[in-house]
Nanobody, 130 residues
């Protein structure tokens, strides 16, 4: 059974840091792109950072470049999103998703946000007060 479970969300002050985790199970991550997406209240979901597990290629949205870092722990099938210097605009529910390399790339996944046969977690809430 495929599962993506996000954790690590919470309340963080502007300028602070937070690390989100996405624990994956039930499929071989080496054939997938894993991405972090977020949805703020009243806004559409957007891609934040994506990583190809097999070669480590990454893609970051312009809004988070230099502040967020996506990384992987192959031994534990976990993908992290290190969030530094957070801003109120980073507030939202953060979702982890997986899509097969047969249908997408790190850039496509983050820009389009969906792919045939993709998997999604239930999300974790990040709140940065203004």
């Amino acid at each position: 059974q495929v599962q993506l479970v996000e954790s690590g969300g919470g309340l963080v002050q502007p300028g602070g840091s937070l690390r989100l985790s996405c624990a994956a199970s039930g499929f071989n991550l080496n054939y997938y792109v894993i991405g972090w997406f977020r949805q703020a209240p009243g806004k559409e979901r957007e891609g934040v950072s994506c990583i190809s597990i097999s070669d480590g290629n990454t893609y970051d949205a312009d809004s988070v470049k230099g502040r967020f870092t996506i990384s992987k722990d192959n031994a534990n099938d976990t993908v992290y999103l290190q969030m530094n210097n957070v801003r109120p605009g980073d507030t939202g529910v953060y979702y982890c998703a997986a899509a097969s390399l047969l249908y997408t790339t790190v850039q496509l996944m983050c820009k389009i946000g969906k792919s045939p046969g993709d998997y999604w977690g239930k999300g974790t809430l990040v709140t940065v007060p203004s």
